[in-house]
């Protein structure tokens, strides 16, 4: 798009249509009688005088900041020509400086307002009063949106310490939530009334219970005697005997007034065992189940 040239420099004529030579332009803030400054290049390095003194030609080069000047001219002996407020830098240049508020106001099926860039800098850059800013909000030639950055690496980069507010902020006083933190964020309040807990879905409402804590319950431990309830074991009796003796003999008589039986007696035994089961070949349960910490806070 091609713009009108502005006026390369600032030329001032007397009643009688000569140059104003050694006329005063004064520069104020807007409204009032408090100087502001010009510059004498775009580089805004270099100020010029106030007032500033017309040269030979009644010309004088005046570069305006970005801000809302009052301009009073008057000839070399202080006499007023003339005085015009409410003035800013044009718009309609190619690198314009907006002064004021700026309000677009559209009723179009297309964007109000559309940058199309085609080099290599910046499509928008918001600052502060630095310049360059090191830590504005940007968006680069390919999109890119940085808050905080001026060379964003990702479609939306946030500088650290990239503290959201907004919605967040509005989340009501006494909002409960959980954190894999160990302190709470700015403006939540950390409570320490539960510790080394399960955290249990209701679909009811919710409360608290339970006695031992959650890394007892799972921790590593061997089973004990104590902690087995009554049961039996099966006995295995595959057979038995009993003592025996077994009486072999002839035959007996009286002899010399005494019985004498003639007898021979074998003894023997035989036994087997019975067998119980009653040891076992585990080793010792690990319940150590994995889990990550959390807090609970409260919004204040």
Do not use: C
Request: cysteine-free; glycine content about 12%; overall charge negative.
């Amino acid at each position: 798009m091609a713009v009108l040239s502005p006026t390369a420099k600032m030329a001032f004529i007397d009643a009688a249509g000569q140059p104003l030579v050694g006329g005063k332009l004064y520069t104020y803030i807007a409204g009032t009688t408090t100087l502001q400054t010009t510059y004498t290049d775009s580089t805004a390095t270099a100020s010029n005088t106030n007032p500033i003194i017309l040269d030979s030609r009644g010309e004088a080069n005046v570069w305006l900041g970005g801000a809302i000047y009052k301009f009073i001219l008057k000839d070399a002996s202080d006499v007023l020509i003339w005085s015009v407020d409410n003035i800013s830098a044009p718009t309609s240049a190619v690198s314009p400086v907006l002064s004021g508020n700026v309000t677009i106001d559209s009723n179009t099926p297309t964007p109000a307002l559309q940058i199309t860039q085609t080099g290599t800098g910046p499509a928008l850059k918001v600052q502060d009063s630095t310049n360059p800013d090191a830590t504005p909000f940007i968006i680069d030639s390919d999109g890119q949106v940085g808050i905080g950055t001026a060379v964003p690496s990702a479609a939306l980069e946030i500088a650290s310490p990239g503290v959201f507010k907004g919605a967040w902020a509005y989340l009501p006083t006494g909002t409960t939530m959980t954190f894999v933190q160990t302190a709470a964020p700015t403006g939540w309040t950390k409570s320490t009334t539960h510790d080394n807990k399960a955290l249990r879905v209701v679909s009811g409402s919710a409360g608290s219970g339970g006695t031992t804590n959650f890394t007892t319950v799972f921790g590593a431990r061997t089973i004990t005697i104590a902690n087995m309830p009554a049961h039996t074991h099966a006995v295995t009796d595959p057979g038995h005997s009993h003592t025996y003796t077994v009486i072999t003999g002839g035959s007996g008589g009286i002899q010399g007034g005494s019985f004498d039986p003639q007898v021979t007696a074998n003894t023997g035994s035989s036994t087997t065992g019975i067998s119980i089961q009653n040891t076992g070949s585990g080793t010792a349960m690990d319940f150590a189940v994995q889990y990550v910490d959390v807090i609970i806070a409260t919004k204040d």
